[in-house]
């Protein structure tokens, strides 16, 4: 392999981007040329609000070629478009061979979500007084443990179990993603969890993490979802929770409890007023600007 590094303005990644892409390379990536500088800038946008950027100011791309020569082809051909006059090439250089399965494996650790349950990826060791684990690899449902929201959501499920001893019931995750909260329920001793997701392919994700988890739990779409349940968990975001207040409520039993997370801080007294003709809803747990809410 073979490396292509640009610098670009924000106003010529795209396209030069698309055009190092046709011109041969098999993968771009992007990053800020600014970083780990004073010039450094977050690019994320809020959940629901428009990117605010689609680049950095300053951005790096760096253009993976299977041989030398396409790459130095490629670079020839760039630097004839008029397109790339504000941009200019850092070089071309050999990258060497590496396990790439490996390396990636070992940007993931055991997360902890209490001192006696971790969510373990399937290549690590249980940490040293792991008393409750989930096995699950990061992939392409959301839900492996590492945003606060999953963590909130599952730190509830086991303090109310292990360390309230109360008990879940039975159990609805309402957008199970990759499943992560219905096997926490299911192995905190739900007697029976039922997990639906819009996104059929969540449910397969769901499906092979439960059978990893040897978790026997019902998930599918959300027509799979009927009746009432003593727990009904939904880890979504705000907009659609709001939407769904009055089928979530519908799912909760007499004395049942609900459990939402998605929610910015700022977020959660609007969801307070939505759900209000249903049930009273109150923040449980804050994590990096996160809510969790719960009846």
Request: aromatic share 6%.
């Amino acid at each position: 392999m073979f490396e292509l590094c640009l610098l670009c303005p924000e106003t010529a990644v795209d396209i030069v981007s698309d055009a190092v892409m046709e011109l041969g390379a098999v993968s771009v990536s992007v990053e800020d040329a600014d970083a780990g500088t004073a010039a450094e800038r977050a690019l994320f946008g809020e959940p629901n609000m428009p990117m605010p950027h689609t680049a950095w100011a300053h951005s790096r791309l760096n253009a993976l070629f299977l041989d030398g020569l396409s790459a130095n082809q490629a670079l020839s051909t760039l630097t004839l478009q008029d397109f790339f006059s504000s941009s200019h090439a850092l070089g071309v250089c050999a990258v060497p061979e590496q396990d790439w399965v490996r390396l990636t494996q070992s940007q993931f650790a055991p997360v902890r979500v209490t001192d006696s349950f971790f969510i373990v990826p399937t290549w690590c060791e249980p940490p040293l007084g792991a008393q409750q684990i989930i096995r699950l690899d990061p992939g392409l449902a959301f839900g492996t443990g590492t945003h606060p929201t999953t963590l909130m959501c599952l730190r509830w499920i086991a303090n109310r179990t292990a360390n309230e001893g109360l008990p879940l019931g039975a159990t609805l995750d309402y957008g199970c993603g990759s499943g992560i909260l219905a096997i926490a329920a299911h192995k905190f001793g739900a007697p029976s969890v039922c997990g639906v997701d819009i996104d059929p392919a969540a449910v397969t994700a769901a499906q092979d993490n439960a059978r990893a988890n040897n978790a026997d739990i019902q998930l599918g779409l959300p027509t799979l979802a009927t009746g009432k349940y003593d727990t009904v968990l939904a880890n979504i975001l705000a907009s659609p929770l709001k939407v769904l207040a009055p089928l979530l409520c519908g799912h909760i039993a007499h004395n049942g409890h609900l459990v939402l997370a998605g929610i910015l801080e700022r977020q959660a007294q609007e969801l307070k007023d939505a759900y209000a003709p249903y049930v009273t809803l109150k923040v449980a747990d804050i994590m990096d600007g996160w809510v969790l809410m719960t009846t």
